[in-house]
Every structure is written in C-alpha cells, then in structure tokens.
C-alpha cells in the first residue's frame, strides 16, 4: 500500500536523489577527494575551496545561499601532501565519517645510522596496537592512547633511508611512529617525506588538485556541468565506508523533524550495522557489548538521511531502532 505522504511533495525536506541534483544542490552537499599540494596549510586549503565554490554558487544561482563552509577529513601538516577528501555545505555535518574508516601514508623514514640486519623484524613489531603520546605541538591533549597499525610494509630499504606503507587508525601519529621504529631499531630515525595515499573511503586511484576543481567550476558557468559532476561528487560518497539502513521516504521526513527512525520506517539493514552480539558459548569477562557502529540512513532511491546507531530490533512492530547523531536533510 503506498503511503499518502510519499506522494506528498510540498516543502518536501528530501533532496533529489544523488545522480539528479542541478550543480547548485551538488556543490551545497559535495565531497571533492582534493590531492593536497605541499605548502598550505589544511585550514588554507579548504578556505581556497569554499571561496571557489561561493564564487560559482553566486553566479549559479545568486539567490541561493553560499556554501556556509567546508570540512576536511583531518589535518594534514603544511609539507605533507595527498588524499584529503573535502566536504561541502550541509555536507560537513558528516565531518565525524572519516573518524569511523583508516587511513594510509606512504612515509619516508630517515635512519640515523646503518639499519640492523634484523630491520624487517624490527619494523613488523609495530603492527597492532601501538601507545602513542600525541606531540608537544598537537592540537589535543597529550595522554598516552592506544591506535591500531593495520599493515605495516617495509617496501624497500637504501642506504640510510626506508620505504613504508601504513595503513593506521584514524588519529595515528606518524612523525610519532618513525621515531619509535628508530628507537627500537638502537639507530635513531625520524619522518621525511610523507604522503597520504587513503582516507576511507577515499583513496589516491581517483584524486583531483585544486587547480581541477578551479577549471571544472569556471566551466560548468559557461555551461559545461561534465568535469564538475566528476571533481565534486554527491556527498553520499564519503558515507560508503559505513554500514547501511534503508528507511522508507515517510520516515526520513519525521528525521528531518528531529524524529529518531522508528520500526516501521526501516525498510533493511545491513548487519554490520546492528550491535556486536556475544554467543553462548564465547568466552566473556562480563563486560557489557561495545556500542554499536556508526551508521548512515538513507531513503531507498540514495539520498543520505542522517547518521545514528541501531539500538532497537528492526524487525520489531514498534519502538526506536536508530538513535540519531547527525540529520543531513
């Protein structure tokens, strides 16, 4: 049976479904997977791209509002260059997404004296968990705290200089890293160059620089929308990491309104998306289940909702089954 309110489009909260939204709404809920040049800071970066993008919304659709701002996917250091996936508009209330996937560098490390003959070993003791004490110059507070090493590759190694790949839980101190594999190879190291080549779901496959996006905006207001709709993605992309919930168009509707998804609005769910359950017979030390995994809503046609965590049964005839963190209508 269908649903009188689906039909009903007045002062409609939902947006377009992604592949149909004019430019002006694309570059207001965008994400661009931008190739940091070294010099600029992150924070320069991302205000280049906002003027740029209000520039074009101003000649677009001057009656429109501008962009209100963009967000980046974490703070790269001025000398540092690669993915740095950049949130548009409304889109930067997502900003917490790139917190929930990894990320990976390519890094040089320069050794302070000839590396040992057991340098391999040495370097694959640091994949797994790792303490770090977040920098002197660092923007939060220096407590000692645990960050996942996915893979670690030695990818080659001359003279006095090696190759890594790391891939690393989001928060990873890589200066910090280098300077503990010196430590423990007894030769001292420290960071040269380095370079982001992922952040989930983004990776370096597909990146466009500044001057990309710069060229695709000046085109698409002289009418030629095609190398736009290539640099400035529909935000939906930066939410492909995580698991999913498809809640029916009725329900999204009530989210924009500040209403948590109900029972009866929720149409799937991924299982990625539901709590960690612990089976009969595995072993506990009596801790309560960790919460569950940030997750994205969306309507059945792609458009995001909101972000949340499933707390309640979704098979159920009523009740709440996702908390909301973040609406993106």
């Known amino acids: 049976m269908t649903d009188a309110s689906d039909t009903d489009t007045d002062a409609d909260p939902l947006r377009a479904p992604p592949g149909e939204r004019s430019v002006p709404e694309l570059l207001r809920f965008g994400v661009v997977n931008l190739d940091k040049p070294a010099g600029p800071s992150s924070h320069q970066v991302s205000a280049w791209v906002r003027d740029a993008i209000d520039e074009t919304l101003a000649a677009l659709d001057p009656e429109g509002p501008p962009t209100g701002g963009v967000a980046h996917s974490g703070?790269?250091?001025?000398?540092?260059?690669?993915?740095?996936?950049?949130?548009?508009?409304?889109?930067?209330?997502?900003?917490?997404?790139?917190?929930?996937?990894?990320?990976?560098?390519?890094a040089v490390l320069e050794l302070h004296g000839p590396p040992p003959s057991d340098f391999r070993e040495v370097v694959a003791e640091f994949e797994g968990p790792i303490y770090q004490k977040p920098p002197r110059k660092s923007a939060v507070s220096r407590r000692l705290r645990t960050r996942t090493i996915h893979e670690l590759d030695l990818l080659e190694v001359a003279d006095r200089r090696a190759l890594l790949r790391i891939r690393c839980e989001s928060g990873t101190y890589v200066r910090k890293l280098c300077h503990d594999i010196g430590l423990a190879a007894g030769i001292g190291a420290h960071m040269g160059h380095l370079r982001r080549s992922a952040t989930d779901p983004f990776d370096d496959r597909d990146l466009d620089a500044l001057q990309d996006l710069v060229d695709a905006l000046a085109w698409a207001e002289d009418g030629d929308e095609e190398a736009l709709r290539e640099v400035v993605r529909p935000a939906e992309d930066a939410l492909t990491h995580l698991p999913a919930v498809t809640v029916a168009r009725s329900a999204a509707r009530n989210v924009a309104t500040g209403a948590p998804v109900y029972a009866p609005g929720v149409l799937d769910v991924d299982d990625a998306a539901l709590p960690t359950a612990v089976s009969d017979d595995a072993p506990t030390d009596g801790d309560a289940d960790p919460d569950p995994p940030l997750a994205a809503c969306f309507t059945p046609d792609g458009t995001a909702v909101c972000l949340g965590r499933v707390v309640g049964d979704p098979d159920a005839d009523g009740g709440t089954v996702v908390a909301l963190e973040r609406v993106l209508l």
């Open 75 to 106: 703070t790269l250091d001025p000398k540092v260059t690669g993915c740095l996936p950049t949130l548009t508009g409304d889109a930067t209330r997502m900003a917490q997404v790139f917190l929930e996937g990894a990320k990976e560098y390519v």
